[in-house]
Each structure stands twice: as C-alpha cells, then as structure tokens.
C-alpha cells in the first residue's frame, strides 16, 4: 500500500467475527470485500477470536475442541513463513485457542509475522486509532482466580485457561483517557436488549432464558465497555451478526457496585459449574445453539460473504426497545452479625475500595456495537469500515501509511503498576484485591513519568517487529494426531518487551525447572483447584526479577528452525 498522510481519512479496518483457524478464506474475503469498497486494502483486520493459532500437532492437544474435530487449519502456515498475512492483523483470544501458545505472549506480540495477538488483556495504537482488548470469555467461578495453568496442563486446565480474569480486567478499569475501539471475544453483558433482541430470540430461541436471567455475555466485557465507551465495540462468540447501540449514561458506576455485580453472577452460575471435565462437549458454547468448534475448509478464494459486507448498518427497526428483565438472580442470604462477628480475621471482607470521580477525559456517549459470525459461506462474519478517532493524540503526531502498531503510553504504565501483583502457574495463589482507582491512580502518574522518560523518549514506541519461532513447524507427514503435550517456551518478544519495561517475564524458566515439570506430569484433576506449586511464578519486583520459577533459560525449541525444538519425539 503506497504511503499516504492519512490527516483527513478514517483508519480502514475489516472486522471478521470467530477465526476458527481458517485465515486462507479470511484474507481472500477482506480482500474482495476492498475491491467492492474499491480499496487498495485495509490497514488493519480485527479477528474477535477463536483465532487458532496452533502452530504444530501437539498445540492442538492444547486446545478446547472435541478429538475428533481437531484440525490443523491454516495459521500453522503463516507461523512457518510459507504465507505471510496479506494484512496486519490483530486477534484477542476467545475460547477455543492453543492456549499453551498464547500463555507466551502474555502480555501480547506476534504469533507470526504480521499477525499480533493482543494478550489477555491491552490497549495499543494503530495511527491515530486506540483499541483496547479483552481476551476470554466469562466463567464467574474463576474469574477472581490467578492464572494458574501452566504446562503440562490437566483436562481442567484446557478448559479454565481461557476464563477472564479480574486482574485483567482491573486494569483496563484503570484506563482514565479514551479509547475509539473495545474488543471482546463474548459479548458485554446485557448488550443485546440495546438491539433488536426480538429478532435475536426467534434466531437463537435458547438465549432468551439466558438473557433474562442476566446470564448472557460477559459481566467482565460489560464493566470494560461501560468504563471505555468506544464508540465502537466488537464480539464474536455466538455466530451471529447482531447490531445494537449502547447510550451511556453521565455517570459511571462506583466500585462497590462493580464488585456487587461480579459477586451477584458468580453466585448465580455456581450451580452451572460442572468443572467442564468433559473435553467432548463443547459446552461453553452456550448457548447449546452454536455449531460444533471444528475449524472449517478454507479456501484460498474466499468464501461468499454476507451482502453487506463493504457496509455498516447499525439501525435499529422499530421492534427494538427497552427490555423488561425477569427472573434476575437473587440476592445472597443475609448472615447474622453475632456469627460474623465471631469469625477469625482472617474471614473479614477486604477493605472497599477508594473511589475516584468519573474520568473527565472518557467523554463519549454512544457505542455502535457489532457482533459476527465465523468464517463460512453466506453468513455474516465479515464487516470492513473506515473509523475516524475521537481519542487524544500523542504530540506531534503524524501518521503515514502503511500504520505501524504503537505501544500506548497510559497502558505501559498501567502494566507496570500492577505486574507486581500477576502471579501464574500457582493453583494455591491468591490475587492481591483490589485498592482502588484512588490507590493506583498515582502509583499509575508515577509510572507514566518513567515510561516517558524511558520508552517514549528513548523511542521504543513502536512496536518492534521481532516475530522468532519458538515451537518446532506443523510437520504435514506425521499428521495432527499426536500424543503428549508440547514444551514451553519464552517467547523473546516477550522478554524483550519485560526487559523493556523493566518487569518480570510471565512463564519464564530455565530449561532443567521446564524438564523437571514436564517430567512429573499435570497435577492429579481433584487438585485442579488446590495444591501444586509447578514452576510458580510472582511478578515482586522491578528489573527483570523472575520469582518462583524464574531464569534466563529460553528452554529447547528456542530455534528459529523445525530443528529448533525437541521435535516429534517429546511428550
């Protein structure tokens, strides 16, 4: 794409719903989609998730889709530099991933050239445009959890190692400045009674028992959107193309009612809690109507896309209306003070969290939102779009196509603040609670001063294009089925953006503390939820500093070649 000054033109974007490993048939889409917009291309494609990026058989033993839906799909390929991605593309993650791979890009980078995984959670700059992601999707039983899972992974583990977190999303309810575009692979929570929700239950019959028992969506998503207000939202997840329109109100809520929030869904989906044992259901699709998680044929031609695909409509008909909720949760029983009170200290609530007024700089109003479907003939999965941006610039700013990906500068310094607190790989971990926006706003100001005066002066901005293979290439001869799990690795993409911020590596260890793991196998199921210290890490400190686990071995398969790692043989 030739350079251009771009002052005057929105940002273009294609926006495709649930990947499912099929990028052949995406790209060739976009790029008709262009034609008929009469585009030279796009500069950036969003994918809402169930990306797939499996880079070898044994990442698909990694992955929660039935044994015999697995395929290979199409990243692998991509991954290896057989192909490179026509477009910059950027995913979160939904609930059908290699988890094993993106748990390397934590904190976000390029599964492949071209192609940037946001990580569980973050907020990055694409010229003029800011986008903010969140990864996952809803499961309130683990939402207050740690990320525990840790290779080699226990059935459980497959399952939990996708739930969002409120570490996570704690710290994009940090974020004070606005943002032109939210991502989240399930939908905002209640979100679909600000579209034509009639329409959607004759669709999808099954969501409205769902919907009117505020089940359905991400009560995680929802508190991010409400915080943000983008004017712009996407998610994917359910299969299917539905428009709505968020009208925020003048305030926004106060923590103690957030936090109400979460604890009134986590105690309404406890009874709904299986512990998801069965890797041959694929039940948190719930929505019991969407088709099975195996990725679809791809073809290189691209599909037939919906109609409108080089359009946007966000009407609403006139069936749309406020919607009148039923049957909502109740509230937990009260316990009486006497009992209280003879509670060891240690049973004593936290300490609620000091409050700050609204953020005077997220001022937008109104947010489009637009889910879609996945990648399959005649169905709405792909929207392309030009988005002109209403969040601050940096000074100076100008911006020449083709648009690199930039760090944001807020983001950095949220990162930093609370990197002490991220603590992975330890089931009997507890996370910090949360102080506050009136505790970590200035420890947040403070930050920012040090990632001026460290990235942005020095100019570590942009963000580096070091994509490295890690894990050894999809080997076609020897199949997808293999047996045994596959090795971890730190990614260097990773380290180098930790050395930069001067921040603990998540996952890093030397390759004996990664053999010895491997060698005793997952933690027995029954203590999925409990003991176990396998490699546990604690993000203390600054400087690089490794906690539990920690070290500098970059581990085998650290290669750049199918050489470079320990091959078909390992388990």
């Not at 089931?427 to 100001?445: C, N």
Request: net charge negative; with cysteine.
């Amino acid at each position: 794409m030739a350079a251009e000054l771009i002052f005057q033109k929105g940002v273009r974007i294609a926006v495709e719903g649930c990947g499912h490993g099929t990028l052949h048939s995406i790209y060739a889409s976009v790029a008709k989609a262009c034609e008929a917009k009469n585009w030279p291309g796009v500069d950036l494609l969003i994918i809402g998730g169930d990306f797939q990026a499996v880079r070898n058989a044994y990442d698909l033993n990694c992955m929660s889709v039935p044994v015999k839906y697995r395929e290979i799909g199409d990243f692998h390929e991509y991954y290896s530099g057989a192909r490179k991605a026509p477009y910059l593309t950027v995913f979160i993650a939904g609930n059908h991933e290699a988890s094993n791979h993106l748990s390397e890009l934590f904190y976000g980078g390029w599964a492949a050239p071209n192609i940037y995984y946001m990580g569980a959670a973050n907020v990055l700059r694409l010229g003029p445009l800011r986008i903010a992601g969140l990864s996952g999707i809803w499961k309130g039983y683990n939402y207050k959890k740690p990320h525990f899972e840790r290779l080699p992974y226990t059935r459980n583990d497959i399952k939990s190692a996708y739930h969002v977190r409120e570490l996570d999303t704690r710290k994009l309810l940090q974020v004070r400045t606005q943002v032109d575009v939210g991502l989240s692979h399930d939908w905002p929570r209640g979100v679909e009674w600000k579209g034509n929700f009639k329409w959607l239950f004759k669709k999808k019959d099954l969501f409205e028992a769902d919907a009117r028992n505020g089940q359905l969506g991400s009560v995680a998503a929802k508190l991010v959107l409400d915080r943000l207000r983008p004017p712009y939202w996407f998610s994917a997840h359910l299969h299917i193309k539905y428009p709505a329109v968020v009208e925020h109100e003048n305030n926004v809520a106060p923590e103690a009612s957030i936090a109400d929030a979460v604890n009134t869904a986590a105690v309404a989906e406890a009874q709904k809690n299986t512990e998801e044992i069965d890797l041959d259901l694929d039940d948190d699709d719930s929505e019991a109507q969407q088709p099975e998680a195996r990725p679809i044929a791809s073809d290189a031609s691209g599909v037939t896309t919906n109609t409108n695909a080089a359009e946007i409509d966000l009407g609403l008909d006139d069936e749309s209306g406020p919607a009148t909720f039923t049957n909502a949760p109740a509230p937990a029983a009260d316990v009486p003070e006497d009992l209280i009170a003879q509670l060891p200290a240690s049973f004593a609530p936290p300490p609620k969290p000091a409050t700050l007024p609204p953020p005077e700089d997220i001022k937008n109003k109104t947010t489009k939102f637009l889910a879609l479907d996945k990648c399959l003939p005649n169905r709405d999965f792909l929207q392309v779009l030009e988005i002109d941006s209403i969040s601050t610039q940096p000074p100076d700013s100008t911006f020449q196509r083709p648009l690199r990906l930039e760090y944001d500068k807020e983001w950095l310094a949220i990162t930093r603040v609370f990197a002490q607190d991220l603590v992975v790989g330890d089931p009997d971990a507890s996370v910090p609670h949360d102080k506050g926006e009136a505790h970590y706003r200035p420890l947040i100001e403070q930050e920012e001063a040090w990632v001026d005066e460290h990235v942005v002066k020095t100019g570590n901005m942009v963000v580096p294009e070091d994509f490295t293979l890690t894990a050894p290439v999809y080997e076609p001869e020897f199949g997808p089925h293999v047996s045994g799990q596959p090795m971890e690795y730190t990614n260097p993409h990773t380290r180098a953006f930790c050395e930069l911020l001067q921040i603990p590596i998540p996952f890093d260890a030397t390759d004996e503390e990664r053999a010895a793991r491997m060698a005793k196998g997952p933690r027995p199921e029954e203590e999925s939820g409990g003991s176990g210290h396998r490699g546990a890490f604690r993000g203390h400190g600054r400087g690089g500093g490794r906690g539990r686990g920690g070290g500098r071995g970059r581990g085998r398969g650290g290669g750049r070649g199918r050489g470079g790692g320990r091959g078909r043989g390992h388990s």
